[in-house]
């Protein structure tokens, strides 16, 4: 370590130089502190995205921005082999779940064209199509994580097939359960990965109801809570679509 | 970070240490979430973090920045002769021994503590990533031994910070006003004059 000599007449200087830096040690403490009171203080934003202080949910958003940049589609999920699936697969919320859509015919697949024209799509014209199946680690916002087993149509083969390409170019894809008491939005270049399907099995079983029987969504990309059970409507979008928990302060992109 | 960390955590608390079946100690005891109020704060927790993550991310690249441009790099890493410098400090920070041995700036427990500091910060920004984006960035998660080891990781690096703040804060006050003066202004003054006595 470097010693100078420092002549007496000199020590007031120092003695002037410590009290700055002391004062300066004192006065950034007390502007961290009140930016953070500042920040504890800010509403959250008033529409679809709530729950957080605005400014942080800037934040995700910068975030989601950076991070869309640098997905890739052609990245995929990690896969399984069937033996490692899970076979007591875990429930995690019943949001929207409603025994009397389980089976049809009260249930049925509704897709609102972008043209005001609908589609009413029954289970078995989705069978119809070719099964993608997908064993891979799901991965719940709560930190846990299980390896399952699903099995349906690829989404991105479902809307070729019901010549829904107009309707893939929009930015957002939305979905609720018939009840609409549980919704997500999920950004198209998520939505049209190879691995998101439609699913109708899980273990190559029909869902049951807990899983979202009859057709849920299976969305590796994203954090479990986007892959909605019970599907009763699909939507399209440039804004984003409204989304049960980027309303309660979640990160609305979820992406993996 | 780590305040956010936890209220993270709370949503799946799993870790524990413990010999056979024997529970020493689980992360975290109910008390713990009740009295820093962390319970059903998960949203909140992410949001800050995901923010946060920037500022501490920043504040740690300049840390090393700096110490590589001004040469202070040579008073923190350390020297062969530092871990059995480190384990005369402990003896006599235990009162085993009277005398410290010579050092420059720090001694060889704070060389070896300093450094290994910044490797756990890059740790915990990897191990951080691999869970934050274990799709995109597939690679580092496999790296880290995968998704589940890399939050494990991540956690007990958190548990390294804690024990490390405990401990320097307990240095520092036993260091004393010069010490902690020193620390704010970058320079110590010492009188060449003998003291009376």
């Known amino acids: ?256 | 970070m780590i305040w956010s960390g936890v209220l993270i955590y709370w949503a799946n608390d799993v870790y524990e240490i413990r010999i056979g079946n024997l529970v020493l100690f689980n992360f975290f005891p109910e008390w713990f979430y009740k009295l820093f109020n962390l319970p059903y704060r998960l949203s909140e927790g992410m949001a800050y973090h995901f923010v946060f993550m920037w500022l501490f991310f920043i504040n740690g690249a300049l840390y090393v920045i700096y110490t590589l441009v001004s040469g202070e790099w040579k008073y923190l890493i350390p020297q062969k002769n530092s871990l059995a410098e480190s384990l005369q400090v402990i003896r006599h920070n235990l009162g085993l021994i009277k005398t410290l041995p010579p050092q420059t700036k720090y001694n060889g427990a704070q060389r070896i503590a300093y450094t290994m500091i910044v490797i756990m910060g890059l740790g915990s920004i990897l191990t951080g990533l691999a869970i934050y984006k274990p799709v995109q960035l597939q690679w580092l998660t496999n790296l880290c031994g995968g998704y589940e080891a890399a939050r494990a990781e991540h956690f007990f690096l958190t548990i390294g910070y804690v024990l490390f703040f405990f401990v320097h804060l307990f240095q520092v006050i036993r260091a004393g006003w010069n010490n902690f003066r020193a620390m704010v202004t970058g320079y110590e003054i010492e009188s060449s004059k003998e003291e009376p006595k």
């Not at chain 1, 289970?123 to 390896?147: D, H, Y």
């Not at chain 1, 008491?181 to 998520?190: A, N």
């Not at chain 1, 029909?206 to 019970?230: C, D, N, T």
């Open chain 1, 1 to 256: 370590m470097k010693k100078t000599e420092i002549p007496e007449s000199d020590l007031p200087k120092y003695s002037r130089r410590t009290w700055i830096a002391m004062i300066q040690l004192v006065l950034y403490s007390g502007l961290g502190y009140a930016g953070w009171r500042w920040l504890r203080k800010q509403p959250p934003d008033g529409g679809i995205l709530g729950g957080i202080p605005e400014p942080l949910r800037k934040g995700l958003e910068a975030n989601e921005n950076l991070f869309t940049r640098y997905y890739d589609q052609h990245r995929l999920v990690k896969e399984y082999p069937q033996s490692k699936a899970a076979r007591d697969v875990r429930v995690n919320g019943n949001i929207g779940q409603d025994a009397s859509f389980a089976t049809e015919p009260s249930w049925s697949l509704t897709v609102q064209k972008t043209n005001s024209e609908i589609l009413d799509i029954k289970l078995a014209e989705i069978q119809r199509l070719p099964k993608t199946e997908v064993i891979f680690n799901f991965k719940c916002i709560e930190g846990w994580s299980q390896i399952s087993w699903w099995g349906g149509v690829r989404l991105s083969d479902f809307l070729k097939a019901f010549s829904l390409e107009k309707e893939s170019t929009f930015k957002y894809i939305g979905m609720s359960t018939p009840d609409t008491e549980y919704t997500v939005g999920i950004d198209m270049l998520s939505a049209l990965h190879p691995q998101t399907i439609l699913a109708y099995e899980m273990n190559r079983q029909p869902l049951v109801l807990e899983h979202g029987a009859p057709l849920r969504l299976i969305i590796p990309v994203k954090y479990g809570y986007k892959s909605l059970k019970q599907i009763g409507t699909i939507y399209f979008d440039n804004e984003k679509p409204a989304d049960y928990w980027a309303v309660r302060g979640y990160d609305y992109y979820a992406g993996l």
